[in-house]
C-alpha cells in the first residue's frame, strides 16, 4: 500500500505506475502503428494485433503472433499460445545452450510450451498459476514463493517476476516478428479480470511497466470477448441485440470464472453497451478441474494396489490437465479419442521402468466435471460454505464450492434489481405475471475462457440458465456465438485499442464495477466494551469513470497524523444510487464488503503527533481502476495520498514529505 505526501504546487512528486500510464498513454496513439492486445491468462498467453495503415473504417486487419518458444531442449517452436509456465531447471540438468531463444543466450529459466512439459514430470520446479497468486491478499506477491511446496534447494520467484517474464517474452517475441514497429512505440491493452480489485490491477501495471510497456492501458477480459464478437459479427451485432436486452458475459479461464452482465441502451438513435456488474473474484476455474481428475485418477490407481504420494499427485495434475483439452475437444472440429494415456512419474532411481502408466477416459472427464462442476441446481441455491480448519496449509484461496452453476445462480440474484436503477432499462425485467423477477433475466449468453470450449460443458450451462427463466415464464437466453475461445481476450482487446485511438466503433461504458467507501468512525465518549460505531463515506460510485476526480469540499473531517491509524475501505457491487458524499450508518451484510485495510503514519509535519487535522477529501480512480483518497487540510496546501496498492502489503507505512 502507498501512502505518501505531496504538495499541491509540487508537479515532481512520486512517480508511480498510475502517473507512468496516464503519461504515456495521450502520446502513444498519435505514432503507433499497431494496436497489441495481451491476453495474460492463468494457463496461456496469446498476442493479437491490429495493423492501423491498413484498417479503414469498418474494415479492420487483424492477426495473431506466432511466440517463438522452447518446446524442448534447444528446440523452438512458434505457437499462437504461449503456456503461462515457468520453469526453473537444477543447474547442471541441461546443457549450455538448451534454454536459448532468438533473442537471449544467457537464460537460466524456460517459460512456455517446455516448461509446461518439462514441469509435468518435475512440479517442484515448476511455477504455475503465478495470475491467481497476483491478486491473492494474503501474500507478498512481491516475495519470492513460487513454486509454493518446492524444497529448499530450488530458487524460488515471487508471482510479479514471473508475471514480468511471461510479459517480457510477449514483447522480446513481437520486435523479433516486427522490428519496423518497435513494441515500446505501440498501443497496448492488457486484459485482467473483470473481479481483479485495485490491489491488483496495480500490481498486474507494474508488472506491464517492469517488462518494458510503455504505452498501456488495462481492460476487463469479459469486455475484451465481448468487444471480439462485435469485431467478429460486424454490423450485424447490432441486429442480434436490442435496446433493454442484457448479456451475461460467462469467462471460466484457467484460475478463475468471471461474471458480467452488459445492458444494451439507445441513445440518440444508435445501441450502446453499458457494463451493468461484475461478479465476486471467484478462484476456480480450469486448475480445479485439473486437480479433481487427478484424485480420481488416483483413487482409481489406489484400487488397483498403486499408492502415489504428493509430489506423484502434482505431477499426475499437469498430465491430466493435458487429457482434459485433448478429451474435451469439439468434436465437430477434430477427431477426438475416447482415451488417453497418463504417465505418472517414479519417484526412484529407475525413472522410466518405475512410472505408473494408466489412462483418462472421455467418459471420466464428462462425468466429473459436467456434473462435478456444473451441476443442475436451482436459481435459489446459494454456494456452500463449510468451517474451516483452525489450521490450514499456505496456498491460494480457492472457492469452497466447486458448482460454478451456484455461484452463477447467486450472481444473477444479486442484481435481480440492478436494471430498476439504471435509466432506460426500467421495467425491461418484469416477469409473464407482472411481478418483479427473482434474478437477473439475461436476454443472450456470451461464453469465454478455454474450459467452455467443451460443447458438453456449453450445453449444460445454456440448459441451466434457460430451465432458470423458464420457471419465471421468461423467454429463453440466445447464446451469441464467439470466434476462438483461446484468441477471443486477445483479440477483443487489440480491437479495443484500435477503437480507442481511432474514435470509431462502439464502446462499452463501464467505469468502476464497484462503489466505494471509507470508513469513518464516529466521535464519541469511551464506552467499556464497544468500539466507536463506524459509517461509510462513498467515495466512488458505481460506473465512475477512471480519470475521473471528486472534491467532497461541502464536509470536512478529523485526520489523525503522528501516530499509527488504521484507514478501512469498504466496496460495494449492489448498491448503485449512492453518489460521492453519501455517508452510511447501517448497511446489510451483502450490502457492503471490507477491503483490504491499509495502516500508515501520517506525518505530523511541524504539528503535535496525534492531533487532528480538519480536512476536506479528494478521491480520484486513475486510469487503471486504482481508487486515490487525498486528504487536503482545510484553508491549507499539504495534501495526503493513500492509495489501494499493495506497495507495503500489512505493515504501517511511514509517508515521506515531499519537498516544498
Known amino acids: 500500500m502507498t501512502v505518501d505526501t505531496t504538495n499541491t504546487s509540487n508537479t515532481a512528486s512520486t512517480t508511480n505506475t498510475t502517473n507512468f500510464i496516464a503519461a504515456s498513454a495521450d502520446t502513444a496513439s498519435a505514432t503507433a502503428l499497431f494496436s497489441l492486445g495481451i491476453d495474460l491468462g492463468t494457463t496461456h498467453c496469446a498476442l493479437s494485433y491490429v495493423d492501423r495503415a491498413a484498417s479503414d473504417g469498418d474494415k479492420v486487419v487483424q492477426g495473431v503472433l506466432d511466440i517463438p518458444q522452447l518446446t524442448g531442449p534447444a528446440s523452438i517452436e512458434a505457437k499462437p499460445l504461449l503456456p503461462s509456465f515457468l520453469y526453473l531447471p537444477h543447474e547442471a540438468e541441461l546443457a549450455p545452450g538448451d534454454l536459448a531463444l532468438p533473442w537471449t543466450a544467457t537464460q537460466d529459466f524456460a517459460v512456455g510450451e517446455?516448461?509446461?512439459?518439462?514441469?509435468?514430470?518435475?512440479?517442484?520446479?515448476?511455477?504455475?498459476?503465478?495470475?491467481?497468486?497476483?491478486?491473492?491478499?494474503?501474500?507478498?506477491?512481491?516475495?519470492?514463493?513460487?513454486?509454493?511446496?518446492?524444497?529448499?534447494?530450488?530458487?524460488?520467484?515471487?508471482?510479479?517476476?514471473?508475471?514480468?517474464?511471461?510479459?517480457?517474452?510477449?514483447?522480446?517475441?513481437?520486435?523479433?516478428?516486427?522490428?519496423?514497429?518497435?513494441?515500446?512505440?505501440?498501443?497496448?491493452?492488457?486484459?485482467?479480470?473483470?473481479?481483479?480489485?485495485?490491489?491488483?490491477?496495480?500490481?498486474?501495471?507494474?508488472?506491464?511497466?517492469?517488462?518494458?510497456?510503455?504505452?498501456?492501458?488495462?481492460?476487463?477480459?469479459?469486455?475484451?470477448?465481448?468487444?471480439?464478437?462485435?469485431?467478429?459479427?460486424?454490423?450485424?451485432?447490432?441486429?442480434?441485440?436490442?435496446?433493454?436486452?442484457?448479456?451475461l458475459v460467462v469467462d471460466v479461464g484457467g484460475g478463475t470464472t468471471d461474471l458480467s452482465l452488459i445492458a444494451v441502451q439507445e441513445r440518440d438513435g444508435q445501441l450502446e453497451l453499458q457494463r451493468v456488474a461484475v461478479g465476486e473474484h471467484i478462484l476456480l476455474g480450469g486448475d480445479n478441474m485439473d486437480l479433481a481428475l487427478a484424485y480420481g485418477v488416483a483413487r482409481k490407481l489406489a484400487a488397483e494396489g498403486k499408492q502415489l504420494d504428493a509430489w506423484q499427485t502434482r505431477a499426475l495434475a499437469h498430465g491430466c490437465r493435458a487429457a482434459k483439452e485433448q478429451l474435451l475437444a469439439d468434436d465437430t472440429l477434430q477427431s477426438v479419442p475416447d482415451s488417453v494415456p497418463v504417465v505418472v512419474p517414479s519417484r526412484g532411481s529407475k525413472l522410466i521402468g518405475g512410472s505408473i502408466r494408466t489412462e483418462v477416459t472421455r467418459a471420466e472427464v464428462l462425468a466429473l466435471l459436467v456434473e462435478g462442476f456444473f451441476p443442475q441446481v436451482a436459481v435459489s441455491d446459494k454456494p456452500v460454505t463449510r468451517a474451516r480448519g483452525a489450521l490450514t496449509q499456505l496456498g491460494l484461496p480457492y472457492a469452497q464450492d466447486a458448482a460454478v452453476t451456484r455461484h452463477l445462480a447467486a450472481f444473477l440474484s444479486r442484481q435481480a434489481g440492478a436494471t430498476e436503477q439504471i435509466a432506460g432499462l426500467q421495467g425491461t425485467q418484469q416477469t409473464a405475471s407482472g411481478s418483479g423477477a427473482s434474478f437477473l433475466h439475461p436476454k443472450a449468453i456470451l461464453f469465454n475462457g478455454g474450459v467452455l470450449k467443451a460443447p458438453q460443458i456449453e450445453q449444460r450451462l445454456v440448459q441451466v440458465i434457460n430451465g432458470w427463466l423458464a420457471a419465471e415464464g421468461a423467454e429463453p437466453a440466445r447464446l451469441l456465438d464467439g470466434a476462438n475461445l483461446d484468441l477471443a481476450v486477445a483479440r477483443?482487446?487489440?480491437?479495443?485499442?484500435?477503437?480507442?485511438?481511432?474514435?470509431?466503433?462502439?464502446?462499452?461504458?463501464?467505469?468502476?464495477?464497484?462503489?466505494?467507501?471509507?470508513?469513518?468512525?464516529?466521535?464519541?465518549?469511551?464506552?467499556?466494551?464497544?468500539?466507536?460505531?463506524?459509517?461509510?463515506?462513498?467515495?466512488?460510485?458505481?460506473?465512475?469513470?477512471?480519470?475521473?476526480?471528486?472534491?467532497?469540499?461541502?464536509?470536512?473531517?478529523?485526520?489523525?497524523?503522528?501516530?499509527?491509524?488504521?484507514?478501512?475501505?469498504?466496496?460495494s457491487s449492489v448498491r448503485r444510487t449512492d453518489q460521492v458524499g453519501t455517508l452510511l450508518d447501517f448497511w446489510g451484510p451483502e450490502e457492503l464488503v471490507e477491503l483490504q485495510e491499509i495502516e500508515a503514519n501520517l506525518p505530523a509535519q511541524g504539528r503535535t503527533p496525534g492531533e487532528v487535522v480538519a480536512v476536506h477529501l479528494h478521491a480520484r480512480v486513475t486510469d487503471i481502476g486504482t481508487l486515490e483518497l487525498n486528504a487536503v487540510p482545510v484553508g491549507g496546501n499539504e495534501r495526503w495520498?493513500?492509495?489501494?496498492?499493495?506497495?507495503?502489503?500489512?505493515?504501517?507505512t511511514n509517508a515521506e514529505h515531499a519537498a516544498e
Open 114 to 247: 517446455f516448461a509446461r512439459s518439462r514441469g509435468a514430470a518435475t512440479p517442484i520446479r515448476l511455477v504455475s498459476s503465478a495470475k491467481s497468486w497476483l491478486c491473492h491478499p494474503g501474500v507478498d506477491r512481491r516475495s519470492p514463493l513460487l513454486p509454493a511446496d518446492a524444497p529448499a534447494e530450488v530458487q524460488r520467484v515471487s508471482p510479479l517476476t514471473a508475471s514480468i517474464r511471461y510479459l517480457s517474452h510477449l514483447r522480446w517475441a513481437w520486435d523479433q516478428a516486427h522490428p519496423e514497429a518497435p513494441f515500446d512505440a505501440q498501443d497496448i491493452t492488457v486484459t485482467i479480470p473483470a473481479s481483479f480489485d485495485p490491489a491488483a490491477r496495480e500490481l498486474t501495471a507494474e508488472a506491464c511497466k517492469a517488462a518494458g510497456y510503455q504505452h498501456l492501458t488495462l481492460l476487463e477480459e469479459p469486455q475484451a470477448a465481448l468487444y471480439s464478437w462485435i469485431q467478429a459479427s460486424g454490423d450485424d451485432w447490432r441486429k442480434q441485440v436490442k435496446h433493454g436486452d442484457v448479456l
Open 492 to 571: 477483443g482487446a487489440a480491437y479495443y485499442g484500435h477503437v480507442a485511438a481511432s474514435g470509431r466503433g462502439v464502446r462499452i461504458r463501464g467505469g468502476t464495477a464497484q462503489s466505494y467507501y471509507v470508513g469513518v468512525e464516529s466521535n464519541m465518549p469511551a464506552i467499556p466494551g464497544m468500539e466507536p460505531p463506524m459509517s461509510a463515506l462513498c467515495l466512488a460510485p458505481f460506473g465512475m469513470e477512471e480519470g475521473t476526480e471528486v472534491a467532497l469540499d461541502a464536509q470536512a473531517f478529523g485526520l489523525v497524523v503522528g501516530e499509527p491509524v488504521r484507514l478501512r475501505f469498504f466496496g
Open 641 to 652: 495520498k493513500v492509495e489501494l496498492d499493495v506497495r507495503a502489503e500489512t505493515s504501517a
